[in-house]
C-alpha cells in the first residue's frame, strides 16, 4: 500500500481549487447543473455525482476514497457517527424475520441495535463467543443472512479468526461486517480476510484529535451503493463537509500517530504486567492472552488501547487510582493524541442507562495511550497505584 500517496494525493484534484494543498471546504447543501440532461444524469448516479449534500459532497468524497483505498475496498461511505455506519451495514443486509450471530461482547451500541431496534421489526439475534470458530457453525440457521463481528471489541479484546468466519459465512450466503475501529486499517485488513462490509468509529484513531464524531463502512461498490440507495439516504446520517475537512487533516498523520502509539503502548504495557498493583493486563499483546496466536497472525501492529484489572479491595479504591491519575484524562472514547483513563464502574453502574458489556466486570479501568512521552504515562500510573 502507498501510504503517503493515498494520505497526502489520493482523491485531491488540486488543479480544480486553485492548487490549494489543503482541499476546500465545500460548504454546500446543493449543487446546481447547467441542463436539464445533465440533472437527469446526476440524479442516476447520486453517489458518484453532486446533487445534494445528504447524498455525496466533494470534501466529503475525498475521505471516502482515501478511507475506501486504506481498507483495500471499492467504496466507502462516511457517516455522522461510527453508530450510524455500524446501523447501515446492518440494516442494509436484514429484514423483518431474518437472524443475526453477532459477538458476545460488541460495542454497546450495537448490541443494542441488534438487541433492542432491530429486535422490535422481528430480527432476531444469537450472541456467541466468537473466540471458537465452531460457535458460528453452531448458531447459524436457516434465517441466518448477517454475521456481525469486532476483532478485538474495545474492552477485553477478544477477537475472531476472521478468515475462518468468512469462508464459513460465504459458503452459506450469508454476509459479514467487522468493527475494524480498534485495529485501523493498517493493522487489519477484514476485506482481504473475505469480510464484506468493514465498520469504523472513525471518531477514534482515523481522526485521532477527539474533536470530530465520524464513522465509515467500506465494502465492495456494489454493496456500497446498495446501503447508499437504502438506510444511508433513507436515515441521513451524513458526515457535515467541515467534519470531513477536519478527518481528513487527522488521518494524514494516522500511520506516524498509530507509530508512536504502538511504542508507547508496548512500554507501558510492560510496565503493567510487572507491577504488583495489577492482577491483570487485557490486550491482544499481552503475554498470558490466550489469542496471542491469532494476535501474531491477524494483527501487524499494536494499538493504544489496554485494559487493567487492578489488586483492589473495592471501588473506592479504583476510584482513588483513577482520580489520581493527572496525564491521563478521565472520560469515554479512545484513540486520540490524548491518553485516556476510562473506569467501567463510572458508566456501567447496576441501575445505569447504557448498556454494561456482557459480563464485564466493574472493576476494569480502560487506558487510552496517546502521543504523551512514555516515560511521563508511566510515572503518573505509578503516582496513582500508590493511592490504591
Ligand atoms: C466508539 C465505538 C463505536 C461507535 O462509534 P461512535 O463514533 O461513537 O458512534 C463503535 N465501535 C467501537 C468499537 C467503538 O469503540
Avoid at 131 to 149: P, Q, S
Avoid at 346 to 361: C, E, I, K, L, T
Avoid at 369 to 379: K, M, R, S, T, W
Wanted: aromatic residues 8%.
Amino acid at each position: 500500500m502507498d501510504l503517503s500517496w493515498i494520505l497526502n494525493h489520493l482523491g485531491e484534484d488540486r488543479e480544480r481549487y486553485f492548487g490549494a494543498v489543503a482541499p476546500p471546504i465545500v460548504q454546500s447543501s446543493i449543487f446546481a447543473f447547467p441542463s436539464v440532461a445533465a440533472m437527469r444524469a446526476g440524479f442516476r448516479d447520486q453517489l458518484g455525482s453532486h446533487v445534494y449534500t445528504r447524498g455525496n459532497n466533494p470534501t466529503v468524497e475525498i475521505l471516502r476514497k482515501k478511507v475506501a483505498a486504506l481498507e483495500g475496498a471499492e467504496d466507502c461511505l462516511m457517516f455522522g457517527s461510527g453508530a450510524a455506519a455500524m446501523s447501515a451495514g446492518v440494516i442494509a443486509c436484514v429484514t423483518g424475520g431474518d437472524h443475526v450471530v453477532c459477538v458476545a461482547r460488541p460495542y454497546s451500541w450495537t448490541r443494542a441495535l441488534l438487541q433492542d431496534l432491530l429486535g422490535r421489526f422481528g430480527v432476531a439475534t444469537s450472541f456467541v463467543d466468537g473466540t471458537d470458530v465452531a460457535n458460528f457453525e453452531a448458531a447459524i440457521n436457516d434465517r441466518t443472512r448477517l454475521i456481525v463481528l469486532e476483532s478485538p471489541n474495545s474492552m477485553t479484546f477478544e477477537q475472531q479468526d476472521l478468515a475462518a468466519v468468512a469462508a464459513i459465512a460465504r459458503a452459506r450466503g450469508i454476509r459479514t461486517i467487522c468493527d475494524n475501529s480498534y485495529a485501523t486499517p493498517l493493522n487489519q485488513s477484514p476485506i482481504a480476510l473475505g469480510i464484506d462490509l468493514v465498520a469504523h468509529s472513525a471518531t477514534k484513531y482515523l481522526n485521532g484529535h477527539s474533536d470530530v464524531v465520524a464513522g465509515a463502512l467500506c465494502g465492495t461498490a456494489a454493496l456500497i451503493r446498495d446501503v447508499f440507495r437504502g438506510p444511508y439516504m433513507t436515515l441521513g446520517a451524513i458526515l457535515a463537509p467541515h467534519d470531513a475537512w477536519l478527518m481528513i487533516r487527522g488521518l494524514r498523520t494516522l500511520p506516524i500517530r498509530m507509530q508512536r502509539i504502538a511504542a508507547t503502548t508496548g512500554k507501558v504495557l510492560a510496565f503493567l504486567q510487572a507491577h504488583p498493583r495489577v492482577r491483570r493486563v487485557y490486550s491482544p499483546h499481552a503475554s498470558g492472552n490466550p489469542q496471542w496466536g491469532l494476535s501474531d497472525r491477524q494483527l501487524s501492529g499494536a494499538s493504544g488501547l489496554l485494559t487493567i484489572e487492578l489488586h483492589a479491595p473495592d471501588i473506592a479504591a479504583i476510584e482513588r487510582f483513577c482520580d489520581g491519575l493527572t496525564r491521563f484524562l478521565m472520560t469515554v472514547s479512545w484513540g486520540g493524541y490524548e491518553s485516556l483513563a476510562f473506569p467501567v464502574c463510572a458508566v456501567f453502574a447496576a441501575d445505569a442507562p447504557m448498556h454494561p458489556p456482557h459480563g464485564v466486570p466493574l472493576t476494569l479501568v480502560r487506558l487510552s495511550i496517546g502521543l504523551e512521552e512514555p516515560d511521563v504515562l508511566i510515572a503518573d500510573l505509578e503516582s496513582a497505584f500508590a493511592r490504591l
